[in-house]
């Protein structure tokens, strides 16, 4: 019986544990959106210290761009970690460009598309078009442009538009597949007017263009621009 009792109040301390740390989250979420950074610091680090993942992962952001805390990119990545090891597609994906950029922790190739990866395979579309970079350049990984077109093309559906450039310039170019100047045209219609970047993506290429960049030019002419 004392075994029993001993059960029950273990885990409605768990139950507990975990339900204060969801109301931390909650409530630094909210001192976040209202951009009172250190009010929502504090609440994130008591809910990613009791194991809640959405904080360890929004307390690792708060660390990268220094809100409400002195900006710092090793602890960043080690609260990135943290979350990501229990699976967090959004820490698995930072966690890959931490290690892609250098930032908080050494460059390495065969890491950063290893999170990358983990990321891109439960849909995060950020993630999905850095793998297909990955594999078209032979980044930590082996080179296969067949596997680069597969990964744009799961990303460009999703409405990124960084992707729906790549996919674009698969088929502009025949790489990974058969050459399709009308898909590829499509698609990079739908790159620069894309909501979520697109005005950026036309810059860029604008520029790239007066810089001599001959597939900028040639995707400018096919724009009509």
């Known amino acids: 019986m004392k075994k029993l009792l001993t059960i029950v109040m273990m885990f409605v301390s768990v139950v507990l544990y975990a339900q204060t740390a969801d109301q931390f989250y909650s409530q630094g979420k909210k001192l976040y959106e209202a951009k009172d950074y250190v009010g929502a610091v ?7 210290d009791a194991g809640n993942v959405k904080a360890q992962y929004r307390l690792g952001r708060c660390y990268e761009k220094g809100n409400g805390v002195s900006k710092n990119e090793t602890i960043a990545v080690k609260w990135y970690q943290k979350a990501a090891d229990q699976g967090y597609a959004k820490a698995q994906y930072q966690l890959g460009r931490a290690y892609d950029k250098g930032e908080g922790v050494a460059e390495n190739d065969v890491k950063a598309f290893t999170y990358y990866l983990k990321a891109a395979e439960q849909g995060n579309d950020k993630a999905q078009y850095q793998v297909g970079k990955c594999y078209k350049k032979g980044e930590g990984t082996t080179k296969d442009l067949n596997k680069a077109f597969a990964m744009f093309e799961k990303s460009a559906s999703q409405g990124n538009a960084d992707a729906q450039l790549a996919l674009g310039k698969c088929y502009m170019k025949g790489k990974g597949v058969t050459m399709n100047l009308d898909k590829a045209k ?27 960049d001959e597939n900028s030019r040639k995707i400018l002419k096919m724009l009509g621009m």
């Open 186 to 212: 499509e698609l990079f219609k739908q790159a620069v007017s894309n909501p979520d970047g697109g005005e950026d993506i036309l810059k860029k290429l604008q520029k790239e263009s007066k810089e001599g």
């Open 42 to 48: 504090k609440n994130f680090q008591s809910a990613a």
